[in-house]
DNA sequence: TTGTAGGCGTTATCAG
DNA sequence: CTGATAACGCCTACAA
C-alpha cells in the first residue's frame, strides 16, 4: 500500500496524498477528509524509507553508552530515549562496552545509518591522551555530537555535564568538617569524570591544610566484593576513617569492607557515594551519595539537541552543579556544631 | 558521494559499484580493486535509506521494555542489543512505561519503521484480559514477535521464558523444608509472571499440606521503603516468618522490614529474591535469589530471531528452568538434616 | 486547489 | 564479466 494506491481510490494525484500526508495547507478540507478516509480504511502507513531517502533523515539519533546494565547508565538512557520520542525522534541503541575499538565502531555503525545526531553518555568515550579523540571530531563532521557527563572541545560538540569536581570537593570538605581525619578516595579509571572527582578530593585536602599522599586515591575497578578486598588490604598499612567513592558500587564495597573490619559506620568511617542511584537505598545503612541531577541533565541535552536540529544555536558547554542526598553513612554532627 | 560519482571515477558502470559493494562474484579481480580503490579515497558510505528502500528492510529491530532503568531489563537490553548488533542488526529502543496506550503506540511507531522484528522484554507486555493483546497479534501480522519473560500464542509469536511457576514453587519447599511455617507471597502486579509465580507458591503450600490464606498473598508495587511500611502492617495481624519476593527490590523491602521489626535474618526471617540482579549484592545480608538465567534467555531469544530472519523455522515457546542462588537471607539447615 | 514529472541512491533484471 | 534501465515510495518544484 503506497501513496499512488491511495491517490487512486481517494481519485487524486500522489501529490495531493502527499500533501494530506504533511499537512500543507494547500488541500481543500473536503479532498483532505477524503483521502484520509482511504488511509485509515487501508491501514496505510508511508514508508520510512522512502521518506527517508528524499528527506535525508528518519528522525533518528544515536544513544551510546557502555552498558545499560549499569543503573546509571540505564536510568540515562531512559530518560533520554522517552525525552526524544516526546520530540519524535527515536533512538538507535549501541551498548559499546568500555573498549575503544567497540566504541569506534559503533560510532561508524550510527553514521553510516544516517542518525541525525548523537548522544554519548559517560566520560568513558573521552580517551585522555590527546589524538585519540579524533574518531569523535570525525563524527561530529557529519552530525551533532552531545556528550553527556563528560566534554570535549570541538566544532559541532556539545557538552553538558555535571561539576564533578565541585561536588566531590563540598563533599569532601563535609567529611572533614564532620570530624574524619583520614578521608580516601576512590575510583575506577582515569577517565574525565574520574579524574575531575579526584581533582575535587585533592583540592578539599589542600585547602584544609592536608597533604595528599599517594596512599589516599585508590584505584579499585571491580565489584563489590572486590572493591571490600581492597580495601581490607589498604586498611591494613594505612587506617582511614572515610571512603568517597566515584561511583554507588564502589561505595557499597566500602560499606561491606567496614562491616568486615568492625568498623561502625558512620562513628568509625563515613561513606559517600556518587550518583544517587537506586543502590543507595538498597544497602545498609543507606547511603549518602551525590546527585548529578541525571534527568535534568537528559532534558537539557534533549532540548539543546532540538535547538540544534532545527536549525538553532546552542550553548557548547553547559555545566550544572550537583546535590548531595544524605543518608545514614555520615554523620549528622559538625565540629562547629558541637 | 553515491555509487554514480564513484562508477565515474573508477570509469564503471553504478551496476558494477553496486556489485563491489554486495560482494558479487561477477566482477573481475581487476575492476573490484579498482572501485575499491576509489570507495576508500572518497571515503564512501553507502545510503542507508536508499538500500532499505529496495530491499525493505535495514537489519533493525525494535526493542521494547518497560523501563531500562530497572536493572533486570536494563541488563536484558544489554545483552540483546549486543548480540544484535553481532548478527548486524541494529536496535531501535523504546522504553514504553507500564501505560497500555503507550506500549500500543511505541509498538505501532516501530512497526512504522519497518523493523524486521521486534522483541517485548518482559510480561508486562501481556494482558490478562482476553483481546486486550489484539495489539500484538496486529504487530505479529506484520512482522514476528519474539516475547522475552512472557508468553502468548499466536501466528508468528514466539515466547522464551524461564519457568517462574516451578522456580517459585521449589524455593517455597526449600523455605519451608528449612523450617518455615508461615511464608508470605510478595509480588507487583497480576501480569503473567506474576500470576505464574503466585501459582508456584500455592502450589507448594499445597504440596505441603497448608492452606493458603489470602493474606499470604501480598501485592505491593513500590519503593524499597514502601514494601517495608507494607510488610510493617501486616506484620501486625498476620505474623510470618518467611517472604518470596517476585523481584530483587521487594526482597530488599522485605530485608528492610526484618531489621525495622527486629527479626534476626535468616533465622526469624528467611527473604528469597527474583532475579539476582546485581541489587542481591548490595544489601545486607546479601539476597538469595531466583536466577532466571537472562543472558541464556537473551542468546537464546537472538539465535531464534535469526532463524526466522533467515527463513527458517522456530520453536513457539521456549522454556528454561531457572537456578537459585543461595546468599545469606536463607537458613542452609534443613529438617531433615537435623 | 490540484496534477505532472523529476529526483533521492540503491538493487536487480535483462541484454550484450 | 559488464552496462543500461526499471523499479522502490515519497517529496517538491513547476504548471495548470
Redesign the interface.
Known sequence: MNIYDISQKAGVSIATVSRVLNNNKNVSDKTRQRVLSVMKEEEY??????R??TL?T?K?VG?LCA?????Y???A???L??KL?AHSY??????T?YKQSQKKK?LE?L????VDALVLIGSSFIEQTTGKNEYLHRAAAQVPVVILNGSLKGANIYSSLCDDAEAVEYATVRLIRSGCQNPVFLYRADTLSGLKKKEGFIRALDLSGQRVSDDQIVMCSG???ETRDCLLKLHGHLPFDAVLASDD?LA?GA??FG?KAGLRIPDDLSIIGYNNS??A????PELTSIDNRLEYLCSTSVSLLMNLLNGKSAPDKTVISADIVIRDTTRKTFKEDI
Not at 45 to 50: D, E, L, R, S, W
Open positions: 502507513q508511508p514508508n520510512a524509507f522512502a527517508g531517502l535525508n528518519m533518528t544513544l552498558d545499560t546494565s549499569d543503573p547508565l540505564g536510568s538512557i531512559s530518560y530515549e522517552q520520542r527515536e533512538s538507535l541503541l549501541c551498548c562496552g559503533c555503525l553514521i553510516a545509518r544516517h565489584t563489590v566484593t558500587e557499597i560499606i561491606k562491616k537506586m543502590l537505598k538498597c544497602c545498609d
